[in-house]
């Protein structure tokens, strides 16, 4: 059974920093994609960051330079380093997982919908304040 724990989200300062960690467990495929997504009410889910096996990332034009993507070496934890947060990237913060064939295994634009993905974490809050 594939679990996905967020954690180490909370409250900051704008121009503060934090790290997200994303703990995988029974997720068994070499071949896959990685995700960071975050959300508002009533919003839809917004790709922030994506990870692929091979190790090549991609994140979005709102939180290029300011945010990374990465995994430790046993790639049983995915974290994504917030740093220079801003008012406008309070929102809850989920990690995603999805198998890809090795083919496909490289991060497109598509890499960053939300449809592309079928493990889920539960989500962790970060809010930050001006």
């Known amino acids: 059974q594939v679990q996905l724990v967020e954690s180490g989200g909370g409250s900051v300062q704008s121009g503060g920093s934090l790290r997200l960690s994303c703990a995988v467990s029974g997720f068994t495929y070499r071949t896959y994609w990685m995700a960071w997504f975050r959300q508002l009410p009533g919003k839809e889910r917004e790709g922030v960051a994506a990870?692929?096996?091979?190790?090549?990332?991609r994140h979005s034009d709102s939180v290029k330079g300011r945010f990374t993507i990465s995994q430790d070496n046993t790639k049983s934890t995915l974290y994504l380093q917030m740093d220079s947060l801003k008012p406008e990237d309070t929102a809850m913060y989920f990690c995603?997982?999805?198998?890809?064939?090795?083919?496909?295994?490289?991060?497109?634009?598509?890499?960053?919908?939300?449809?592309?993905?079928?493990?889920w974490g539960q989500g962790t809050q970060v809010t930050v304040s001006s």
């Open positions: 990870i692929a096996s091979d190790g090549n990332t």
């Open positions: 995603a997982a999805a198998q890809r064939s090795w083919w496909s295994l490289r991060l497109q634009s598509a890499a960053l919908e939300a449809g592309q993905y079928n493990y």
